[in-house]
Every structure is written in structure tokens, then in C-alpha cells.
């Protein structure tokens, strides 16, 4: 997210170097993001966010070659919300373990 907002900086500002830099930063972790996935094993959440991820990487390219503000925010909520999800079910697992450690002791 911190690629983006800076991206979405830099574009709003005109400096295109730094702008590509971090759309470039951005782009890399979002494709890593989706070629770690484990398609077989995940099944249809992986397939979902495969989807997701490459949603956002059409934005991110077509933010980048438009200088198109609405495609960067496009992207920064999804991975919001993503990322909101994934710290919700953190939150989940650990109170989970918690409470295991306690019924355990």
C-alpha cells in the first residue's frame, strides 16, 4: 500500500520517474502475491484471490499508462480490504490458540 500512496504522490506532483518506480514496487509484490498461491491446495479461495490480484495488476498498469487516479484508488481498496481480511483471520487464529492454551491448562 505504501508503493501506491506514494505512486499516487508522484503522479499528482508530475514526477514520472518516481512514480514508475513505485508502480513498479507495487506491481512486483502484487505478482508475487499471486504466484505463491497454491492452486491446487487453496481451491476456490486461491482462484479468488488469483482473480483479485490480477484485477488490481490490470489497474496498476492502466493507472500507470493513463496517470489515472481513480485506477490507483481501485487498487488500494481491494488491497485494503484484503489486507483487512487477512488481519481479521490473524485475529481469529490467534484467539483461537488462546483459548486452546487455556481449555489445555
Same mark, same amino acid.
Given at each position: 500500500? *505504501?508503493?501506491l500512496? $506514494?505512486?499516487?504522490?508522484?503522479?499528482?506532483?508530475?514526477d514520472?520517474?518516481? #512514480?514508475? %518506480?513505485h508502480f513498479?514496487k507495487?506491481?512486483l509484490?502484487?505478482?508475487?502475491?499471486? *504466484?505463491?498461491? !497454491?492452486?491446487?491446495?487453496?481451491?476456490e479461495?486461491?482462484? *479468488?484471490?488469483?482473480?483479485?490480484?490480477?484485477?488490481?495488476? %490490470?489497474?496498476?498498469?492502466?493507472?500507470n499508462? *493513463?496517470? !489515472? $487516479?481513480?485506477?490507483? !484508488?481501485?487498487? %488500494?481498496?481491494?488491497?485494503?480490504?484484503? #489486507?483487512?481480511?487477512?488481519?481479521?483471520?490473524?485475529?481469529?487464529?490467534k484467539? #483461537?490458540?488462546q483459548?486452546?492454551?487455556?481449555?489445555?491448562?
Open positions: 500500500l *505504501n508503493h500512496k $506514494i505512486a499516487r504522490r508522484k503522479m499528482e506532483s508530475g514520472i520517474m518516481s #512514480k514508475g %518506480q513498479s507495487a506491481t509484490i502484487i505478482s508475487e502475491l499471486s *504466484n505463491v498461491l !497454491d492452486m491446487e491446495r487453496g481451491g479461495i486461491s482462484r *479468488n484471490l488469483r482473480s483479485l490480484y490480477e484485477y488490481v495488476l %490490470q489497474r496498476l498498469l492502466y493507472a499508462i *493513463n496517470n !489515472d $487516479i481513480t485506477a490507483i !484508488d481501485d487498487s %488500494q481498496r481491494v488491497i485494503e480490504t484484503l #489486507k483487512s481480511g487477512w488481519k481479521e483471520m490473524m485475529e481469529g487464529l484467539q #483461537k490458540n483459548e486452546e492454551v487455556k481449555i489445555g491448562a
